[in-house]
């Protein structure tokens, strides 16, 4: 089970998160931090307890967006000690993912938080850290306890965490974003590249752009046949939206609406010929 600090300097979100981590039955303890300087104490009062010290901290909960130094900050001070805390950031701001994973982040968890996001970054946790996720017997019978006034009968058995959903939950044709919380679907053939960002990829759309926790190299697999190439090591870009392809100074690059990208050595002469042969196809 895990020993959780969440980090957060608004008092309303912060007791929102500690509710929620105190309610998953995984979790042993949870207690909270208003800024920087009472989470570094704590973690560093932890570290010097020991992993099994009574203070110990095996994940910290940390927002971004605070006064003084960010989470990013702190997780990067963090990342100075031995045996550092996991970190899990728990922001309303997708932009700072790659960041977030270059510094080891083991999620990051999108305001306002699902307490069925939330318990899919435990079980990360708990996965990471080599846990079991088995819970008490204690707190199993809890869950399951039938409410008054509820009709007799044997009450059903629920997951413990729920998996965000992926590309398989939806429709081959489908893709599931989320955004501050909220999960929508968006049409593959809506999407004109993607850009790799660390762990995740960026769909850019003609009216937007989503984050997904999906390798390009794994999309780059999965919609092949749906006329997806790679064209640089960071995009995968949808064929039939190559507006331009451009040759200059020994250099390719393609236009796709608004954007141009640059194509490497390695995938030019491919791009070339499958351009060709969809123009006398």
Same mark, same amino acid.
């Given at each position: 089970?895990? !020993?959780? &600090? /969440?980090? @957060?300097?608004?008092?309303?979100?912060?007791?929102?998160?500690?509710?929620?981590? !105190?309610?998953?039955?995984?979790?042993?303890?949870?207690?909270?931090?208003?800024?920087?300087?009472?989470?570094? $104490?704590?973690?560093? !009062?932890?570290?010097?307890?020991?992993?099994?010290? /009574?203070?110990?901290?095996?994940?910290?909960?940390?927002?971004?967006?605070?006064?003084?130094?960010?989470? *990013?900050?702190?997780? %990067?001070?963090?990342?100075?000690? /031995?045996?550092?805390?996991?970190? +899990?950031?728990?922001?309303?701001?997708?932009?700072?993912?790659?960041?977030?994973?270059?510094?080891?982040?083991?999620?990051?968890?999108?305001?306002?938080?699902?307490?069925? %996001?939330?318990?899919?970054? +435990?079980?990360?946790?708990?996965?990471?850290?080599? $846990?079991?996720?088995?819970?008490?017997?204690?707190?199993?019978?809890?869950?399951?306890?039938?409410?008054?006034?509820?009709?007799?009968?044997?009450?059903?058995?629920?997951?413990?965490?729920?998996?965000?959903?992926?590309?398989?939950?939806?429709?081959?044709?489908?893709?599931?974003? =989320?955004?501050?919380?909220?999960?929508?679907?968006?049409?593959? /053939?809506?999407?004109?590249?993607?850009?790799?960002?660390? @762990?995740?990829?960026? *769909?850019?759309?003609?009216?937007?752009?989503?984050?997904?926790?999906?390798?390009?190299?794994?999309?780059?697999?999965?919609?092949?046949?749906?006329?997806?190439?790679?064209?640089?090591?960071?995009? &995968?870009?949808?064929?039939? %939206?190559?507006? =331009? &392809?451009?040759?200059?100074?020994?250099?390719?690059? +393609? $236009?796709?609406?608004?954007?141009?990208?640059?194509?490497? !050595?390695?995938?030019?002469?491919?791009?070339? @010929? &499958?351009?060709? $042969?969809?123009?006398?196809?």
């Amino acid at each position: 089970m895990l !020993r959780v &600090l /969440a980090v @957060d300097d608004e008092k309303p979100l912060l007791e929102e998160l500690l509710y929620l981590l !105190r309610s998953d039955p995984r979790v042993r303890s949870a207690e909270g931090a208003s800024d920087a300087t009472e989470a570094l $104490r704590r973690v560093t !009062r932890a570290l010097e307890s020991g992993p099994d010290g /009574a203070d110990g901290i095996d994940v910290v909960f940390l927002d971004i967006h605070m006064a003084g130094l960010t989470g *990013l900050d702190i997780a %990067r001070l963090l990342a100075g000690f /031995a045996r550092p805390p996991l970190i +899990v950031f728990v922001t309303a701001h997708e932009g700072f993912a790659v960041q977030a994973f270059d510094l080891k982040a083991v999620d990051y968890v999108l305001k306002p938080v699902r307490p069925e %996001r939330l318990a899919e970054a +435990v079980r990360r946790a708990c996965e990471q850290l080599g $846990r079991s996720e088995e819970v008490p017997v204690a707190a199993v019978a809890a869950a399951d306890a039938p409410v008054a006034g509820a009709p007799a009968g044997p009450a059903p058995r629920r997951p413990v965490a729920e998996v965000t959903v992926t590309v398989a939950d939806r429709t081959p044709d489908q893709i599931a974003v =989320e955004l501050g919380g909220v999960t929508r679907f968006v049409a593959i /053939a809506d999407i004109s590249y993607v850009e790799a960002q660390g @762990d995740y990829a960026r *769909l850019h759309t003609d009216e937007g752009s989503h984050l997904v926790r999906i390798p390009v190299s794994t999309l780059e697999e999965r919609w092949a046949a749906r006329g997806f190439v790679r064209i640089h090591r960071r995009h &995968l870009v949808a064929l039939a %939206r190559i507006d =331009e &392809l451009r040759l200059e100074a020994g250099t390719t690059s +393609v $236009r796709v609406g608004a954007a141009e990208l640059q194509v490497s !050595r390695r995938h030019a002469r491919e791009l070339r @010929d &499958l351009l060709m $042969r969809q123009a006398t196809g």
